[in-house]
């Protein structure tokens, strides 16, 4: 982290004002844990430090499921992915559970003010003892406010991982003979798209991706063990929205595991090529799922993809506009160099 503030851009600064951050609040509490902590309750702290390293050995037998089913050495199905999904792609929980031993060690303490007021004690002896009581409650307060601050920014990260995703509805396509038909300048950015084909009353939904290798790979936008919850794209790589695993693009058109489904395509000098048999006979796969439905970039209502009274694509965006003339005429003229279809 400190390295990439070299390339001083917005998300490298940041990064290292976060890393610098975080080291400091380290520092301060380990200073405070330790300074407060002299007196802590051996028994209770080990009972503690076993149960977070239990959970740990929870963590590790988690992953190596997940990973063993992404390789097909054990069974898994739609339901578990789900389960273990996002355990495995959120370590937020484990890193609450271990900044939380302070918190435990210190509601469960004993006060220790009383060893201040013995009466047997000497004036001296009690002012000495009441100053020691003092300065490690103050460590201990401290340390309790750095370990409440660390689990505010956790939490907090947590709750922007668990955001609800979306499928963002697939930009329709025609038939055209025998084979849809995609040009190739539309996948250039190296972005995913995401496009559809109407079957009958169901949508099949395929992935295109130009990847860095300079190959346009190309797959249904579902997967073997979680059905058709569909894919994303999340920094350089697709995340399911099942299970949260995330893929590789350049692993796309791979069999296996979480990857997409493989669905064989032709490349020629200007356009992509898909045959419609393919995606007619992948149909099935596409039962659970409704019509997908977009919002109007206007007005904002719900609109069936295949009843929007127009279809706009605008790089790796479409907008599905609603059958009111006003709606329509506003888009317009927010997007002049783009009319609608």
């Not at 054990?74 to 792609?89: E, S």
């Not at 048999?277 to 992948?282: A, F, P, V």
């Not at 790796?316 to 609603?322: A, F, G, P």
Request: hydrophobic residues 45%; glycine residues 6%; aromatic residues 8%.
């Amino acid at each position: 982290m400190f390295l990439s503030a070299v390339r001083l851009t917005t998300d490298a600064v940041l990064s290292f004002l976060g890393a610098l951050l975080g080291l400091v609040f380290a520092v301060v509490f380990a200073v405070m844990f330790v300074r407060g902590s002299i007196r802590v309750n051996l028994k209770r702290f080990f009972v503690v430090t076993e149960w977070v390293l239990a959970i740990f050995l929870a963590q590790l037998l988690v992953n190596g499921y997940h990973e063993f089913s992404e390789v097909g050495i054990v069974p898994a199905t739609q339901t578990t992915m789900a389960l273990i999904g996002p355990v495995v792609r959120n370590n937020a929980l484990f890193i609450l559970a271990i900044v939380a031993i302070p918190l435990f060690i210190w509601f469960t303490r004993e006060t220790d003010e009383a060893a201040a007021s013995e009466p047997t004690a000497s004036t001296a002896e009690r002012r000495l003892a009441l100053a020691t009581v003092r300065r490690e409650r103050f460590y201990r307060v401290g340390a309790l406010v750095c370990t409440l601050v660390v689990l505010l920014a956790v939490g907090v990260v947590y709750a922007q991982e668990q955001m609800p995703h979306e499928v963002p509805p697939p930009q329709m396509l025609t038939r055209k003979g025998a084979a849809v038909t995609v040009p190739l300048t539309a996948l250039d950015d190296g972005q995913l798209y995401r496009y559809g084909l109407a079957v009958g009353d169901r949508v099949v939904r395929f992935l295109a991706m130009k990847t860095s290798d300079g190959k346009v790979r190309t797959s249904l936008d579902a997967c073997e063990i979680c059905g058709t919850f569909g894919y994303i794209q999340s920094g350089p790589n697709l995340l399911c929205l099942n299970c949260a695993a995330e893929i590789n693009p350049l692993s796309v058109g791979m069999a296996g595991g979480c990857n997409p489904i493989p669905l064989e395509s032709q490349v020629n000098d200007t356009e992509l090529r898909i045959g419609t048999e393919l995606l007619d006979r992948h149909a099935k796969l596409f039962d659970d799922r409704p019509m997908p439905e977009a919002n109007c970039p206007i007005c904002g209502m719900r609109v069936k993809i295949n009843e929007a009274a127009a279809v706009v694509t605008e790089g790796n965006t479409t907008y599905y506009l609603c059958s009111m003339p006003r709606c329509r005429k506003l888009f317009e003229q927010e997007h002049a160099n783009n009319p609608t279809e």
